[in-house]
Structures are given as structure tokens and as C-alpha cells.
């Protein structure tokens, strides 16, 4: 139950670099492609805000992952 909980976790942060990947390669409108251009233009705060998305999405995932194992194992527990 470990691994499972554990890669649930960090591929709610995959997703969306997962998703802007494939919109670029697609050729597929979205934030991808808005991304890119806004990497090529120096955009800077449009390109941060990409990244702390991303970066939430990842410091979320974890975070549920590790509050679902503290439910599911009963070793993790501090006495």
C-alpha cells in the first residue's frame, strides 16, 4: 500500500508538467503553448506563476500522500 499511496502523491505534480509537455508537442492550445511563448518573451511573472503551480500541486501531493499513509499505517505513528 506504500509504493501506491507514494506515487499517488507525487504524480499530482506530474501532472501538470505531464499536460503542458504534451500540449506543445500537440500542438494543442492551452497553458503549454502559453508557457512557451511566455518563456520566449521573458515574461517573467508568467512563467513564475507556472512554476509555483506546479510547485503546489507537487507540495500538495505530498502532503495528502503523507496524511493518507499516517491513516493507513499505524507504524508511522509518534507515541
Given at each position: ?48 506563476a ?17 496524511l ?10 509518534v507515541?
Open positions: 500500500m506504500h509504493p501506491l499511496i507514494t506515487l499517488l502523491g507525487l504524480s499530482l505534480g506530474t501532472l501538470l508538467s505531464a499536460s503542458l509537455l504534451i500540449e506543445v508537442v500537440m500542438g494543442w492550445p492551452g497553458l503549454g503553448p502559453f508557457f512557451l511563448e511566455a518563456v520566449n518573451a521573458r515574461d517573467f511573472g508568467v512563467v513564475l507556472v512554476v509555483m503551480l506546479s510547485t503546489t500541486l507537487l507540495v500538495f501531493g505530498n502532503l495528502a500522500a503523507d493518507l499513509l499516517y491513516r493507513a499505517d499505524p507504524r508511522i505513528r507515541k
